[in-house]
T-cell receptor, first 113, second 114 residues
Framework: EAGVAQSPRYKIIEKRQSVAFWCNPI?????LYWYQQILGQGPKLLIQ????????DSQLPKDRFSAERLKGVDSTLKIQPAKLEDSAVYLC???????????FGPGTRLTVL | AQSVTQLGSHVSVSEGALVLLRCNYS??????LFWYVQYPNQGLQLLLK??????LVKGINGFEAEFKKSETSFHLTKPSAHMSDAAEYFC????????????FGRGTSLIVHP
């Protein structure tokens, strides 16, 4: 069974630029999550999708972050414009129905200069 | 509300020695508890989880953890450390307010010396 795929693996941008990350969850998993992991900290949930609907985006900085999950499969997370404090690893995870174990992708390491 | 405290940001052991990583949680409801491992430049991998039932939970790679409600703890142990166990370990709790979203601790880096 293929795992959660993410791309790119690494991205370096300058502040005020835009960036987008892509995630393809495990086939058949209805729930998809985006986490932000700042160096030295545990992951923090940004947004949770159930199929193509948003379940929880209370910790998403909506003035600069956006996410979508068209057709309830893969998802894109965008930052526009980026700030220095957005430097982090962005992890995507999926689970069968939101009540079970989450499976994590390898993450995208973002550096904002 | 729920929270996790991992005692010690770094734990250093010799190969073959006992591994003990400490986790204490706070939750207003019976918790679900998790341990994840993260190897460099990789995502998180579930080691084990406690939901209900037996309080001693066995996971992958020889790890186990015991849920102790009276101590609000969920410490992770392994009898004999291997070099390959060197990684970052995260404890997480979920269940408060009916949410299955885990709240993660800050992580403990396990260093294994030859």
């Amino acid at each position: 069974e293929a795992g959660v795929a993410q791309s790119p693996r690494y991205k370096i941008i300058e502040k005020r630029q835009s960036v987008a990350f892509w995630c393809n969850p495990i086939s058949g998993h209805a729930t998809l999550y985006w986490y932000q992991q700042i160096l030295g900290q545990g992951p923090k949930l940004l947004i949770q999708f159930q199929n193509n609907g948003v379940v929880d985006d209370s910790q998403l900085p909506k003035d600069r972050f956006s996410a979508e999950r068209l057709k309830g499969v893969d998802s894109t997370l965008k930052i526009q414009p980026a700030k220095l404090e957005d430097s982090a690893v962005y992890l995507c995870a999926s689970s069968p129905d939101g009540t079970d174990t989450q499976y994590f992708g390898p993450g995208t390491r973002l550096t904002v200069l | 509300a729920q929270s996790v405290t991992q005692l010690g940001s770094h734990v250093s052991v010799s190969e073959g020695a006992l591994v003990l990583l400490r986790c204490n949680y706070s939750s207003s409801v019976p918790p679900y508890l998790f341990w994840y491992v993260q190897y460099p430049n990789q995502g998180l991998q579930l080691l084990l989880k406690y939901t209900t039932g037996a309080t001693l939970v066995k996971g992958i790679n020889g790890f186990e953890a015991e849920f102790k409600k009276s101590e609000t703890s969920f410490h992770l142990t392994k009898p004999s450390a291997h070099m390959s166990d060197a990684a970052e370990y995260f404890c997480a709790v979920s269940g408060a307010g009916g949410s299955y979203i885990p709240t993660f601790g800050r992580g403990t880096s396990l260093i294994v010396h030859p």
